[in-house]
């Protein structure tokens, strides 16, 4: 890139892969996920290693070979370092290559180690479940009674160590968390709104319903431009905790911001996909150019009302997480040295029977837990009450949301280009050919993107999402680069080229990481002509729209209205 310009813009388009790679193991594995990340972070205390872990990031093969390479780094630099010959940047590049070729190495192992572990579990699983479904009585029973021995051990200790060390510090935490997390969603919010005004301007001056598909095909992919989504993503830079930083031993902040920016990613999908699926609706009454956008307009203030109660409680939610994120290691880091040693003789109160399914370890960070769950739900709850944020309480919904929004079927997003027409320059006919490798079934899940598509219409080639669409460019260029890009991970063996750090260069519940297979083939995601409305201000969010009313049942989650659930926080630390 010849021009700082052309940087940032290869710089947002890296962060954005970065970000999709590091947006955490899938939550569709309920049981197995857990599992291994708990496994991570006990074979991390075990070293006296607490709190956030930059590396717990990629696939579980990954995050493997991260913590070996953690290990294993230092050693072969002291051993490795002082043979290196040449001037300091030759060395430089000689340790790269090093250390990448021993990071697949390592990669290649661990990949076999871990599929031969699945593979033992899964043949014991069957023999597990049938005692689960034997003894369920008895377990949680037993559970129980281990539980109520250990809160009476540890709760005392845990509640002075709170009460001294943590609950002074939570309202500190907690607004430092808050001002830059509700500017990225308040951001996300207006980028939205002048999408879509922009869109209905363009629809009245320039192209009308003959356009409609190629705008809207261009609206369904704002929150994976990541150019577009920029101004969302700075909002986080300026998170500092300063001195709590060191005092709860959070090594980096760049976990918290990444988070965040996935969270602005899905709000922003959930809008837009609710606002295609309202359209598609009002375009089944045939309504002429006028009539469609007011349509538009309606349907656009409809969205933005359940996008501020959306938009809360996964803000609610990201805050206790990440107040738990900081505070459950610092506690468990302080407990250690007088409780951790007097864990053992609890064993003795579990049955043999049963010691596969519950764990002394995991029991005793349960009433950790409990200890500090309280003051962070009381810390967030009147957090709610300031106006400045804009929280709902959690009883409250939209007086005037739709209550029919949740009986949206789910379903494939809408193929605007297919259905009605929209194609560049084609007005409403027929859109170029799909390359043969792209079935429209994979097409339309643009969720789950590998590279985001973006096109910058000034720049012009640079680009274009696929070298397929280009006469041959320089060696140099960003299309060539990210069709390397995309070619090295459509191939399987070969492991990445080192391990990657949760939130580097600088910035998941997450919808999971994509595989190369079901990758949407890149292609162009064009700018929408200048509108006229750039001066035009969204409507803010007003607590007045408020009214005390029971949220309707859930739907898809993308136009699902968030329900808040204290006792099913969930926590990565």
Not at 67 to 89: D, N, S, Y
Not at 107 to 117: K, L, P, V
Not at 170 to 181: C, F, Q, R
Not at 354 to 383: C, G, H, P, S, W
Request: overall charge negative.
């Amino acid at each position: 890139m010849m021009t700082e310009a052309e940087q940032d813009k290869w710089q947002a388009v890296l962060q954005d892969c970065i970000r999709h790679c590091n947006n955490g193991i899938p939550e569709d594995s309920k049981v197995e996920g857990p599992a291994f990340t708990d496994a991570i972070r006990m074979y991390r205390q075990s070293k006296e290693l607490y709190g956030t872990w930059e590396m717990l990031c990629g696939n579980e093969v990954q995050i493997l070979s991260n913590l070996v390479m953690e290990e294993l780094g230092p050693e072969l630099k002291v051993e490795l370092g002082p043979r290196l010959k040449g001037k300091p940047q030759e060395r430089q590049r000689q340790w790269i290559q090093i250390s990448d070729a021993v990071y697949r190495m390592v990669y290649e192992q661990a990949a076999a180690q871990f599929e031969a572990a699945l593979s033992k579990l899964q043949l014991a699983r069957p023999a597990m479940e049938a005692v689960i479904r034997t003894d369920m009585d008895q377990i949680i029973t037993s559970k129980e009674h281990l539980a109520s021995k250990i809160r009476a051990f540890i709760l005392p200790k845990a509640e002075v160590c709170v009460r001294n060390h943590v609950q002074p510090y939570i309202p500190s935490i907690l607004e430092a968390l808050m001002v830059p997390t509700s500017q990225g969603f308040t951001e996300v919010r207006d980028v939205f709104f002048k999408e879509v005004t922009d869109m209905n301007l363009n629809i009245i001056n320039e192209g009308g319903i003959d356009k409609l598909g190629e705008y809207m095909e261009k609206l369904s992919q704002l929150a994976y431009h990541p150019l577009k989504m920029q101004s969302c993503y700075e909002k986080m830079e300026p998170l500092r905790l300063d001195g709590l930083q060191q005092r709860f031993d959070v090594s980096s902040t760049s976990v918290f911001k990444q988070r965040a920016q996935i969270h602005m990613r899905e709000q922003m999908d959930n809008a837009v996909y609710t606002f295609e699926t309202l359209l598609h609706q009002e375009l089944g009454k045939g309504p002429t150019k006028e009539e469609l956008c007011k349509s538009i307009q309606r349907i656009l203030e409809r969205v933005l009302k359940k996008y501020d109660y959306d938009s809360s409680s996964v803000r609610k939610r990201f805050f206790r997480e990440a107040l738990l994120q900081i505070t459950i290691p610092f506690l468990l880091k302080k407990l250690a040295p007088t409780c951790k040693s007097e864990l053992p003789r609890f064993q003795e109160l579990i049955f043999e029977d049963f010691a596969r399914f519950i764990l002394v370890e995991n029991t005793y960070e349960e009433v950790v837990l409990q200890t500090v769950m309280k003051d962070i739900l009381q810390a967030v709850k009147e957090a709610a009450v300031q106006r400045k944020h804009n929280l709902y309480r959690d009883s409250v919904v939209m007086h005037n949301s739709d209550p029919n929004l949740h009986l949206l079927a789910e379903g494939a997003p809408v193929d605007w280009g297919e259905e009605f027409g929209g194609g560049s320059g084609n007005g409403g006919g027929p859109r170029p050919a799909v390359p043969e490798a792209a079935p429209t079934s994979e097409k339309q899940r643009r969720a789950k993107q590998v590279v985001s598509m973006v096109r910058d219409e000034e720049a012009g080639p640079p680009f274009e999402a696929g070298p397929e669409l280009l006469s041959p460019a320089s060696p140099d260029s960003v299309t060539e680069l990210r069709g390397l890009l995309a070619q090295d991970l459509r191939v399987e063996s070969p492991p990445p080229a080192g391990p990657l750090l949760n939130g580097a260069p600088a910035q998941e519940s997450a919808r999971p990481a994509a595989t190369p297979e079901a990758s949407p083939p890149a292609s162009p995601l064009q700018q929408l002509p200048p509108g006229k409305a750039a001066d035009l201000e969204p409507p803010k969010p007003s607590d007045q729209e408020t009214g005390e009313q029971v949220s309707s049942p859930g739907g898809r989650p993308a136009i699902h209205t968030t329900t808040e659930d204290s006792a099913g926080v969930q926590t990565e630390f």
